[in-house]
């Protein structure tokens, strides 16, 4: 952790806390729900199928659960660097949770895509704050562009600094700062998908490959 970056209230590695956080989520940002819904559809109009997603900071599987219902072609691979996020997803999936493959890491490390692979789409929900300090988002979606083949899709939902939203400046973005962050990683296409409940949902493209 770097001396500026802003210390969490708790420890999602360890169960009481991952629980705590897991039974609150839904009741809290009622909004993910809407969230959720739109990343599948989003999903639903790429091209490729089936579809390889990732997911960063996967938690208790809320998302995976969403898409892995809606989305029948998709090879899905959930990273997290709590074992008991990915016990409790395991638990909420029940026998979906074969269809994924589970990733202990964490995405805060420089070296965090080693060996993961190319996607199609890479999704985040409410994980890019987990960095600590939004000076950090830069160099993190520039990783994600590396996972990414040329012409996917990063869907990445977080909070925000706005009226109604957040207000710690430092560990949130504004919803500009969030947009000039993923243009200068070098994605394209970047626009706001849904804004609601204090979260915001954008996606970016990288640019296809010349022909």
């Known amino acids: 952790m770097f001396p500026d970056d802003v210390p969490s209230p708790i420890d999602l590695r360890h169960m009481p806390d991952a629980r705590r956080w897991a039974n609150a989520a839904m009741l809290v940002r009622p909004a993910r729900h809407d969230v959720f819904d739109k990343i599948v559809h989003e999903l639903r109009g790429l ?3 089936p579809l390889s ?7 208790p599987g809320f998302l995976a659960e969403r898409i892995t219902m809606n989305l029948a072609l998709v090879a899905y691979t959930a990273l997290d ?3 008991a996020m990915h016990a409790l997803a395991k638990d909420r999936l029940g ?3 074969k269809r994924l493959r589970f990733v202990e890491g964490d995405f805060k490390q420089p070296d965090w895509t080693s060996g993961l692979g190319t996607f199609d789409a890479v ?8 960095l600590r300090h939004k000076r950090h988002a830069p160099a993190l979606y520039r990783q994600v562009g590396a ?3 040329p012409g996917g899709s990063l869907l990445i939902c977080d909070h925000y600094v706005g009226d109604g939203a957040m207000s710690d400046r430092a560990l949130f973005m504004t919803m500009e700062e ?3 962050a993923l243009h200068n990683a070098g994605f394209t296409n970047v626009h706001v998908l849904l804004q609601a409940g204090g979260l915001v949902l954008y996606r970016g493209d ?3 490959l010349a022909r």
């Open 123 to 130: 999704v985040t929900m409410q994980a890019v704050h987990e």
């Open 206 to 208: 990288l640019p296809e």
């Open 178 to 180: 969030h947009e000039a």
């Open 81 to 83: 660097l709590s074992p």
């Open 147 to 149: 996972v990414l083949y």
């Open 95 to 97: 026998a979906n949770a």
């Open 47 to 49: 091209r490729s199928k």
């Open 53 to 59: 997603i990732l997911e960063l900071g996967a938690g």
